[in-house]
């Protein structure tokens, strides 16, 4: 005797001639699920992909204030919406501090709340 189960997509009860482990009532309820899950994950990429290009045009914006030897504070990062939890890797200088690499600009969060930025590929790192 088998148990009665519902399909996951649309809520009817699957056949009894499917296999035991059948998730869904047909195999278009599958397709039809698959392609939403598909959606979802490409606009959660398109969404991670628009916030890292955010934080890279601030970071490029700053670095030119930067390179004029203004100070940059953390909270102006905060102001501008800067997401901190974005990076595509960590770059370790001489001095063992980690900086975070958004694109072709690197960032280091001082101890007293200033930013320091540079070019990944800048060679004082």
């Not at 501008?80 to 960590?90: A, N, T």
Request: net charge positive; proline share 1%.
């Amino acid at each position: 005797m088998r148990l009665i189960r519902q399909c996951i997509y649309c809520n009817t009860l699957i056949p009894a001639d499917r296999k035991s482990s059948a998730h869904y009532c047909s195999d278009a309820c599958y397709y039809e699920a698959k392609k939403e899950r598909s959606s979802r994950q490409y606009y959660s990429k398109q969404e991670f992909i628009s916030r890292f290009n955010r934080n890279e045009q601030i970071l490029a914006t700053l670095f030119s204030v930067y390179q004029q030897g203004q100070v940059i504070r953390y909270n102006l990062l905060d102001q501008l919406k800067f997401d901190w939890g974005i990076s595509d890797g960590e770059l370790q200088d001489s001095q063992l501090n980690v900086w975070k690499a958004i694109g072709k600009y690197c960032y280091l969060l001082n101890a007293d709340k200033t930013i320091s930025i540079a070019l990944c590929n800048n060679s004082n790192q």
